[in-house]
């Protein structure tokens, strides 16, 4: 008891008082006695619940000490709520049964003429057939049923949703151009013989060296400061770009009749379900509104909101109820990326054209092809995908040829369960061999045969959270160890995300599917957006949060698409909160922004961006897409010469983009 009472003292007490009062004292060791907790994790639930409460009324007296007791039983008892439902469902069933099918009848005709190979007739022959042994592989697993002898079989997750497995070699269409952007420029000609030199100079804008951090040791207080340093410089950015004072801002949380703008958080006032308009709330950052929630009221105007969004909103709160919006204030943008005239100029010497020449030469573009994971299908580890992708990189000479992760992906059923045979190799004893020996056959082997092909190539590799080669597990996510990994001297491992230089263009890449978790995530109040797409609406959230990751928190992962491993789970967001600064754009907005996700692909122009989804490389039953890009060089006008000043580099005028199948 004394060491409980002692620990609680150094934990809780606030110098001068070295000792807490015995009242204060003996509720917090009935909270620890109750939870069965130690004084150090009691202390952690009382920073979390302080700062739930706000600054102002997390006084540690008795009071508070009791409803903070309260608070954790209301937690412990909504979770066990929460579980009794969970094992009421799963003691029903994930389906229930439609009545004339417990009759003996079919649901609604559908499997009429399908004769099953063995029919359930009560609960005990289900639970019996879980627990025998499968007379199929485990990959099939997943799918719950079996096939039929004679070639027929009862529709499963996989026909049901059209995405049956089809060979590789079978796969339609390949090559076909699925979508074209700027199709009246030429597509790059390839050179009799591929170049001498490399054509590409590649920078990285990002500090890499600063994504080699611990992961997993993120500190409540640091997390905390990191949120609410986002909000106060969004509020200096809207105050310089605005031309506002100092006294046009105020606490959004404080009744008032005067009209005030408020910089904070959309957030939403449950953990549980989507953000809707009704418990949606602005949370304040500590240094302007004590770090306090208010429900937001916007009545008019068609506006987007997703949990994370820092936003500027002109607005009262008459009753101190809610804070009532009349108008929100733009964000004002990151400047376009620019380049000295000699450095552009420096740039075309590398490309073989002078300014007398002419810029539009097919064979003088660059030709970047650009394509992410997974790169081989969910029943095989053939990596066929990847390998029509160096082919295609060789036929073309390629001047750069991006890949983002996974490359070995976590949620692969063969590699999630470990049931696969390692490809016979001289080098390799199968019965040592380790996931190392698994990528530098799979992944390596094709990429090396392409770099002796074109020693010009410059390969980019971004990992992946699903990727299980890197022990780095968290985003923002430090980079793959090429050495290792017996990647050619031509491949160049990033971060995820990262920002890089192409020649002078201003390159963004991230991993991390984020369109997919805003569609999911966002909400319009108001009218519908005006006239702009979802897939136009969703890239210029990043472009104006200024970050490759806004949404706060992401997305619970079972709530994403179910996988093809035996849990089917997506591996989700494991964010690190504590280094989401290495997210941000910090300098200028990027020429491009590489983007892929599980929503259709795409190429769209998003102020002055240009935003390219390619798709995977390889679905998990069927071929991919890639993309492939074509680069004239930048021409600096008479004008611009004329006034010497920076110029910028309107990739989006000079770039054309082929969406194509593998």
């Known amino acids: 008891m004394a060491t409980i009472t002692a620990e609680l003292n150094d934990l809780f007490a606030i110098p001068p008082v070295n000792e807490l009062p015995l009242d204060i004292s003996g509720e917090l060791q009935s909270i620890c006695r109750l939870h069965a907790i130690s004084p150090k994790e009691l202390s952690y639930k009382w920073e979390s619940y302080s700062m739930k409460m706000g600054s102002e009324q997390t006084q540690l007296d008795l009071p508070t000490a009791r409803a903070f007791k309260r608070d954790l039983q209301e937690i412990v008892e909504r979770e066990a709520r929460s579980k009794s439902h969970m094992r009421s469902a799963d003691r029903r069933g994930a389906y229930a049964t439609p009545r004339n099918a417990a009759k003996g009848g079919d649901v609604l005709g559908m499997i009429e003429g399908i004769t099953p190979l063995q029919q359930s007739t009560g609960g005990s022959n289900k639970r019996k057939a879980t627990f025998d042994t499968p007379t199929v592989p485990k990959l099939s697993k997943p799918n719950g049923m079996s096939s039929p002898s004679d070639g027929r079989s009862l529709p499963s997750r996989t026909t049901q949703t059209g995405n049956q497995s089809v060979p590789f070699a079978e796969r339609q269409s ?22 001498s030199e490399p054509r590409v100079k590649l920078t990285a804008n990002t500090d890499l060296k600063r994504f080699r951090y611990r992961p997993m040791a993120m500190h409540l207080s640091e997390a905390s400061e990191i949120l609410d340093d986002r909000i106060d410089e969004f509020q200096s950015f809207v105050q310089a770009h605005h031309g506002l004072d100092d006294s046009a801002f105020g606490n959004a949380a404080a009744q008032g009749t005067n009209e005030i703008i408020a910089v904070g958080r959309i957030a939403s006032d449950s953990l549980e379900g989507k953000l809707n308009a009704a418990s949606m709330v602005l949370e304040l950052s500590r240094r302007t509104g004590a770090g306090l929630r208010i429900p937001l009221k916007v009545d008019s105007g068609a506006c987007g909101f997703f949990p994370g969004q820092i936003v500027a909103v002109r607005g009262v ?29 420096g740039f075309n010497q590398r490309l073989d054209v002078t300014e007398e020449q002419d810029h539009s030469i097919p064979s003088k573009a660059l030709n970047v092809l650009f394509a992410s994971g997974p790169y081989t299908a969910d029943d095989n580890l053939a990596f066929e995908p990847l390998q029509a992708l160096c082919q295609k990189a060789e036929e073309t000479c390629a001047d750069m040829l991006i890949l983002i992760g996974p490359f070995l992906d976590t949620e692969h059923p063969l590699l999630a369960s470990g049931d696969f045979e390692v490809p016979n190799d001289p080098s390799i004893e199968p019965d040592r061999a380790t996931l190392v020996d698994v990528f530098r056959l799979l992944i390596a082997k094709p990429l090396q045969a392409l770099a002796q092909s074109i020693p010009s190539i410059t390969i980019v590799c971004i990992p992946s959270t699903r990727d299980i080669m890197n022990k780095h597990v968290s985003w923002p996510q430090d980079n793959l160890p090429g050495k290792k990994l017996g990647l050619p001297k031509q491949a160049k491992m990033v971060s995820n995300p990262v920002t890089v230089s192409i020649n002078e263009i201003v390159v963004a890449i991230s991993a991390q599917d984020i369109l997919y978790e805003l569609r999911s995530s966002e909400i319009t109040v108001g009218d519908e957006s005006k006239g702009s797409s979802l897939l136009e609406r969703l890239p210029r ?80 039953k069927g071929a991919g897409t890639f993309a492939q890009m074509t680069i004239y060089p930048r021409k600096i006008t008479v004008q611009e010469r004329s006034q010497g000043a920076m110029v910028g580099h309107r990739l989006f005028e000079r770039a054309r983009v082929d969406v194509v199948r593998i």
């Open 174 to 195: 390949p090559g076909q151009i699925i979508e074209t952007f700027n199709g009246h420029l030429n597509v790059h000609e390839a050179p009799i013989a591929p170049h």
């Open 317 to 345: 709160n008459p009753s101190g109820d809610y804070f009532s919006v009349s108008k929100l204030l733009d964000i004002p943008l990151l400047d376009l990326a620019a380049s000295s005239q000699t450095t552009i100029d």
């Open 541 to 620: 959230h990043l472009i104006e949060q200024r970050h490759f990751f806004p949404l706060y928190p992401p997305i619970d992962r079972t709530l994403l698409p179910k996988v093809g491993t035996e849990e089917g789970l997506a591996t989700g967001m494991p964010m690190d909160v504590s280094y989401l600064k290495l997210g941000e754009w910090l300098d200028a907005r990027p020429d491009m922004l590489i983007q892929p996700s599980a929503l259709p692909q795409f190429t769209k122009v998003v102020e002055n961006v240009l935003v390219v989804n390619p798709g995977p490389v390889s679905k998990r």
